[in-house]
């Protein structure tokens, strides 16, 4: 059994930087972090595998948003700078417990979510 908890959302104005936590308790592998606005499905943002040393990013975000991990404290981080109105949403940690090779920007892959985290950016 895994637990994720999300921490460091919160309101920023457009062109301000965020830090996203999540704190994993129990085995993870590859982990990313998605996000829903209202109305819309849950949708990718990024993903790192077990080691860090392979990472994808969805277009929207990439160059601006940066995954990272830290193993010795299971937690997995999301700096994400240049916020845009655009990436107001409630953000989603998720990891996949089973060991296998790859990344994936499914769903479908992570068989644990967290609660989510609000992150509010004003224009």
């Known amino acids: 059994q895994v637990q994720l908890v999300e921490s460091g959302g919160g309101l920023v104005q457009a062109g301000g930087s965020l830090r996203l936590s999540c704190a994993a308790s129990?085995?993870?592998?590859?982990m990313g972090w998605f996000r829903q606005s209202p109305g819309k499905e849950r949708e990718f943002v990024a993903a790192?595998?077990?080691?860090?040393?392979?990472?994808e990013y969805d277009d929207s975000v990439k160059g601006r948003f940066t995954i990272s991990r830290d193993n010795a404290k299971n937690t997995v981080y999301l700096q994400m700078n240049n916020l845009k109105p655009e990436d107001t949403a409630d953000y989603y940690c998720?990891?996949?417990?089973?060991?296998?090779?790859?990344?994936?920007?499914?769903?479908?892959?992570?068989?644990?979510w967290g609660q989510g985290t609000q992150v509010t950016v004003s224009s």
């Open positions: 998720a990891s996949d417990s089973r060991l296998r090779a790859g990344l994936s920007r499914s769903k479908d892959w992570y068989n644990y």
């Open positions: 129990g085995r993870t592998y590859a």
């Open positions: 790192i595998n077990w080691s860090g040393g392979s990472t």
